[in-house]
């Protein structure tokens, strides 16, 4: 069956002399794995709208009951050039590419996935500054896609509105049960109501770390770059998002991306 759709290439490899082996994510179904001919010839009709975090118009021929499909022709629709020509925005954008991959099956069409996907891109890709909000944000986004939605609101316990500005410092939040506790319920340092395994149960989140997670949430990505709070608040989200999606996506693996790029700031301090 030939079939258009639109992807975003999640990763390629070569194959054998002159071909490729691409692994895409498309709007119609879900993930998807092609091979392209002659892709790393001279002749190669494909451009470079079959590299990693391309926006492209895929023609494939779509076997049943195969997973390797054969991708006749590949028109770009975005190359997001400012991903590519910038370090940190680009291991941002492999690890976003990074995390869709190891979450989804083959073949599982979610189409808002798809969308979120598309849109974290391209706010990122027009983004100036705050590139690892981009991935928080699609981190706390994909986790909602999943019925695993965090819950900064309200308190785990009471369900009263955890309110900022009652002179306390930080709050704490619950991983295993995704929500924030108000201290009258919960305080940061209080291990009353942690489960068994406590060094996934809870975490201290300040009360800046509050607000921009509330943000993270709720704002248009295209504002993400707005957002002002201290680098301390930056690690403290990259540690909370890393420690819930670990428990809620089994099997998860740290993102190679963000690890490398976090040794390439080590190595520039
Ligand atoms: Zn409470």
Redesign the pocket.
């Known amino acids: 069956m030939l079939v258009k759709t639109e992807v975003i290439v999640l990763r390629s490899m070569k194959y054998r002399d002159t071909s490729k082996i691409v692994t895409f994510y498309s709007k119609e179904y879900g993930k998807l794995k092609g091979i392209a001919k002659g892709a790393r010839s001279a002749k190669n009709k494909f451009g470079s709208a079959l590299e990693p975090l391309s926006h492209s118009m895929l023609l494939i021929y779509k076997k049943e009951h195969h997973d390797l499909h054969l991708i006749s022709q590949c028109d770009s629709i975005d190359s997001f050039r400012n991903l590519t020509e910038d370090l940190d925005r680009m291991s941002t954008g492999l690890s976003i590419l990074e995390l869709i991959d190891q979450v989804t099956h083959h073949e599982e069409r979610t189409p808002a996935m798809f969308t979120l996907l598309v849109e974290t891109l391209s706010a990122l890709n027009a983004s100036t500054k705050n590139y690892q909000t981009y991935l928080h944000a699609f981190q706390l986004r994909l986790a909602a896609l999943f019925g695993y939605a965090p819950n900064f609101d309200t308190?785990?316990?009471?369900?009263?509105p955890?309110l900022i500005g009652d002179g306390e410092r930080q709050v704490a939040f619950q991983i295993v049960r995704g929500a924030v506790?108000?201290t009258?319920?919960?305080t940061p340092n209080d291990h009353s109501v942690h489960d068994s395994d406590q060094s996934i149960a809870s975490t201290a989140l300040s009360i800046q770390g509050l607000q921009i997670v509330r943000r993270l949430v709720h704002a248009q990505l295209s504002s993400l770059s707005n957002l002002e709070f201290d680098a301390r608040v930056g690690n403290e989200m990259n540690e909370l998002l890393r420690l819930y999606l670990r428990y809620h996506f089994d099997g998860l693996k740290p993102l190679k991306s963000t690890e490398f790029f976090q040794q390439q700031q080590l190595s520039t301090m």
């Open positions: 308190c785990g316990e009471c369900g009263k955890v506790f108000c009258t319920c919960c």
